[in-house]
C-alpha cells in the first residue's frame, strides 16, 4: 500500500516535470522570437522516438542514447528556427500559427514515415 503510493506519487512528480518542461519550451520559444510554437509536441514526440531509437535499434547506452537525440534535437530545433520562425518576425498572428500548425503537421507526418503508427 504504501510503495504503490509512492510509485504513484513519483510518476505523477515525473510527469509534472516533463509538463513544465514542455511549458517552458512555449514561454522560451515566444519571449526569444515572439512566435507561439504549436508544434512544441512534436518536437518532444521526435526527441522521444530519437531516444528510442538510439537505444533499441542502435543498441546505445540509454545515456548515450539520450546525448545522441539530443544532439540531434538541438539540430533540428536550430534548423526550424533559422528556415521558418527567423522570418516569421514582424508577420501577422494569423500567419505565425499558420506556420506553426504546418509545421506540427509535416512533424507528425515524418514521424509517422520513419518510425511507423507505433
Known amino acids: 500500500m504504501i510503495i504503490e503510493f509512492f510509485n504513484y506519487a513519483l510518476n505523477g512528480a ?5 509538463y513544465s518542461l514542455v511549458a517552458m519550451g512555449f514561454v522560451v520559444i ?3 522570437s515572439k512566435v507561439f510554437n504549436m508544434a512544441v509536441g ?14 533499441q535499434s542502435r543498441g546505445m547506452h540509454p545515456a548515450m542514447g539520450i546525448a545522441v537525440a539530443l544532439a540531434i534535437s538541438v ?8 528556415l ?8 501577422s498572428v494569423f ?22 503508427p507505433q
Do not use: N
Open 30 to 32: 515566444y519571449r526569444a
Open 75 to 82: 539540430l533540428i530545433g536550430l534548423a526550424i528556427e533559422r
Open 42 to 55: 512534436e518536437m518532444l514526440v521526435v526527441g522521444a522516438f530519437l531516444v528510442w531509437w538510439a537505444v
Open 84 to 91: 521558418l520562425f527567423r522570418r516569421l518576425i514582424g508577420e
Open 95 to 116: 500567419s505565425m500559427i499558420m506556420v506553426t500548425i504546418g509545421l506540427l503537421i509535416l512533424m507528425r507526418g515524418l514521424v509517422l514515415l520513419i518510425w511507423g
Open 14 to 18: 515525473l510527469l509534472g516535470l516533463l
